[in-house]
């Protein structure tokens, strides 16, 4: 059963759709694939414009496929259950996919402004999981911007996008280079760096934040690099109250929402 106006994608775009869930290809065609309908109907939600949305793909016989089509003409499309098996990232593919548009590099940069600034830093936080999770809790907390150093997992991953809760254009986020410099540019323009790591000081010491700050959160299992913790303002840390010393540290996104809370709402 097809529903009227809903036709089956082209065998050249499946082709180039199941393609992205590499990086490489994701970045060469400046698009990422997001699966099920929660994630799908959050990212449609928060679009800024109707161009950012490229595909969006039903299995036959989803009658979710009619309700879009109306709000999306053109742009939604029929699979079948063995191409929705080939494109899913998941065990059990839910039978729904969005096609959409990365950010565009020229408008996600943090350029600075005026006021209060919060920025979220990732210095090589390798779980894409995390990386979404992160992603979506400064987006709540009003983050104007989130920046990913080279070692960090692909906010655009399929797991990264559906942990983002479809948050990916809520805010600017960005990759560079060198996180260092990147850190170093921003405290020249009167950002304080707050680093979280295990030789910091406990978060609930400080009885005011600055202004302007960027919270950087480290990689699961080495933390924040020498480097990084050197041109720190404030090393912060979430001390251990438990009774179990085999717990060793949070989870990287349950410690980056903490210290957000603490910051943000100070």
Known sequence: MRHSGVQPLGGAKFKLYCKLQQKKYRDGEGLFLAEGLRTVRELCGSIPDGNMLQALLFREGEPEAAVFDRTFPGKVFTLTRKECARLA?????????????????????????????????????????????????????????????????????????????????????????????????????????????????????????????????????????????ALSHRLVKIPHAGKTPRVESLNASVSAAILMERMVLR
Do not use: M
């Open 89 to 229: 990232e998941t065990a059990t593919p839910s039978g729904i996919f969005g096609v959409f548009r990365q950010q565009p590099a020229s408008a996600s940069r943090f350029a600075g402004g005026e006021g209060n600034s919060f920025l979220v830093a990732l210095d090589d936080v390798q779980d894409p999981g995390n990386v979404g999770t992160i992603l979506r809790t400064a987006a709540w907390f009003g983050a104007s911007a989130l920046i990913c150093s080279t070692g960090t997992a692909d906010r655009y991953n399929p797991k990264a996008v559906r942990s983002s809760a479809g948050s990916i254009f809520a805010f600017p986020h960005y990759g560079v280079a060198s996180l260092e410099s990147e850190l170093r540019r921003l405290a020249d323009e009167g950002f304080s760096i707050v680093t979280s790591s295990l030789d910091g000081r406990d978060f609930r010491e400080f009885a005011s934040w600055p202004e302007k700050q960027v919270l950087v959160i480290g990689n699961e299992a080495n933390g924040v690099s020498p480097a990084v913790q």
